[in-house]
C-alpha cells in the first residue's frame, strides 16, 4: 500500500468503532546463514480498533508477504520473509473481533494477553516467540502505523548491507502522508518553506554531489515528497522512538528486550541506550516510509485521557532512563535524577499543581532504589525466562 492508497483509505473510511506465561528461551528453528532472512512483524494493540485493520492490511501488503503469490519463482523465494505476529493487550472494544477475523483466515498469529500489560511488556512476549521460531529480524509496529509496500524490504535490505546498525527506523510521515511527522524536525530531519526536506548532519558521509558543508548539512534528492541518500545509507541518531524499528535478532539477544519497570512511553530511550553501549549503531533509513496517524491518540490526549498527560508519568520515565543508564556513574545519575526532579517540581508548582508536585519524590525514590541494579540482566530476564 503506497501513501497515496493510505492517505484515501483514512480520509474516507469511519474507524470502526468496531498473561501469556513467558516460556524459557530456546530457538527451535535457528536461522540458517545461506536461506532468505526470515522477518517478523510485530504489533502490540489495545483497544485499537480504529487504525488495526488499516495496519494489518498494509502489512498483507508488504512485498515480502510470501501469502501475495502462491507460486513464488526463485528470486521471489529468495527474498525476506514475512510473518505478522499481533498481541492483544487485553482489548475490551471491536479489536478482539477484528483480530480474530485475520488469525482464522491464517493471515496473522495471534497472542492473546489475559491483561494489559503495557507496551514494552506485551512487545516482549511476541518478541519471545518470534525468537524461538527463529525470525533474523523483528520489526516492531505502533498499531496506529502503515508500512508502504516496499518498507519492510527496504529495511531488511539496508540491514544486511550495514551490518553494524542494531535499530533502524523508516521515515514517519503523518497522519494525511503529505509531511514529515514533527518528531522527526528533533531527529535532524527538517522541512524548509519551500517544501523541501532537508537532512541535518555535522559531517558529509555520502559522495555524489548532493551534500553542503555546513547549515543545514545535506540536500538529499526528492522522490515522493521523501528524502533519498544515494547509496541509502542509514542516518545515525541517538533516539528515534519505536512507532516502527526494524531490530537485528542479535541486538535483542545481547540487549535482552524492554525494561520491565516501563508500563508505556520511555522503555524505548531505555532500550536504545542499552544499544549503544554495546556498540549497536541506530538510525533512520530515508528511502523508506510509514505513516504514524497519531490522530486518534492526540485526540485522546487533548481530552485528557492519554497517558501523556499524566505528569508522574513523563516524570518517572525521566528519572528511570537516567537510574537505569548503562554509562553513567552513581554520582551522575544522582546529579541527574535530582536536577531533573527539581526543575520538574518547579514546573508543576508553577502551574498550581502543589499535590503532583510532592507526589513526585516517590518516582524520584524508585529512581534511586534502580540506580545499582543490573540493567542487563534484568531485561534479559524480562525476555528470557
Known amino acids: 500500500m503506497k501513501c497515496d492508497e493510505m492517505r484515501e483509505t483514512l480520509n474516507s473510511s469511519t474507524p470502526m468503532n468496531s498473561s501469556l506465561p513467558l516460556n524459557s528461551y530456546s530457538p527451535i528453528n535457528p536461522p540458517k546463514p545461506d536461506g532468505a532472512p526470515r522477518v517478523t512483524a510485530i504489533v502490540v494493540t489495545h483497544n485499537g480498533a480504529g487504525t488495526i485493520q488499516t495496519c494489518i492490511e498494509s502489512l498483507l501488503g508488504s512485498s515480502i508477504n510470501p501469502k501475495k503469490k502462491s507460486n513464488p519463482s526463485e528470486a521471489e523465494a529468495a527474498r525476506p520473509q514475512l510473518r505478522i505476529l499481533i498481541v492483544d493487550n487485553a482489548s475490551n472494544d471491536k479489536t478482539p473481533s477484528i483480530l480474530e477475523r485475520y488469525a482464522s483466515a491464517g493471515d496473522i498469529d495471534l497472542m492473546r494477553m489475559e491483561v494489559n500489560v503495557g507496551f514494552g511488556a506485551g512487545n516482549n512476549a511476541g518478541i519471545r516467540r518470534a525468537l524461538e521460531q527463529g525470525t533474523d529480524y523483528l520489526f516492531l509496529l505502533n498499531q496506529d502505523a502503515f508500512v508502504e509496500v516496499d518498507t519492510i524490504e527496504q529495511l531488511v535490505g ?175 545519575k544522582r546529579s541527574a535524577i535530582r536536577s531533573k526532579t527539581i526543575w520538574f517540581m518547579a514546573r508543576l508548582i508553577r502551574h498550581g499543581e502543589f499535590g503532583t508536585a510532592y507526589r513526585v519524590w516517590g518516582a524520584t525514590k524508585e529512581a534511586r532504589n534502580l540506580m545499582h541494579s543490573n540493567v542487563f540482566e534484568d531485561a534479559r530476564q524480562s525476555l528470557f525466562s
Open 158 to 332: 539496508v540491514m544486511e548491507m550495514h551490518p553494524s546498525f542494531g535499530v533502524l527506523s523508516p521515515l514517519h510521515l503523518n497522519g494525511a502522508a503529505d509531511d514529515l511527522e514533527w518528531h522527526f524536525v528533533e531527529y535532524g530531519l527538517k522541512t524548509t518553506k519551500d517544501g523541501r526536506k532537508w537532512l541535518e548532519t555535522e559531517e558529509p558521509r555520502i559522495s555524489g554531489g548532493r551534500w553542503m558543508p555546513g547549515g543545514m548539512g545535506a540536500q538529499p534528492e526528492m522522490v515522493d515528497g521523501r528524502l533519498t541518500l544515494v547509496d541509502n545509507t542509514p542516518v545515525p541518531v541517538e533516539f528515534v522512538n519505536a512507532a516502527a524499528w526494524m531490530v537485528r535478532r542479535s541486538c535483542f539477544e545481547e540487549a535482552g528486550g524492554f525494561h520491565p519497570a516501563f508500563f508505556m512511553y520511555s522503555e524505548d530511550v531505555e532500550f536504545l541506550q542499552r544499544v549503544h553501549s554495546l556498540g549497536f549503531g541506530v538510525g533512520v533509513a530515508v528511502d523508506c516510509a510509514v505513516i504514524h496517524d497519531r490522530r486518534e491518540n492526540e485526540r485522546r490526549e487533548r481530552r485528557g485521557a492519554g497517558l501523556k498527560n499524566d505528569p508522574l508519568r513523563v516524570h518517572r520515565g525521566a528519572v528511570l532512563s537516567v537510574a537505569l543508564h548503562p554509562r553513567y556513574t552513581s554520582k551522575e
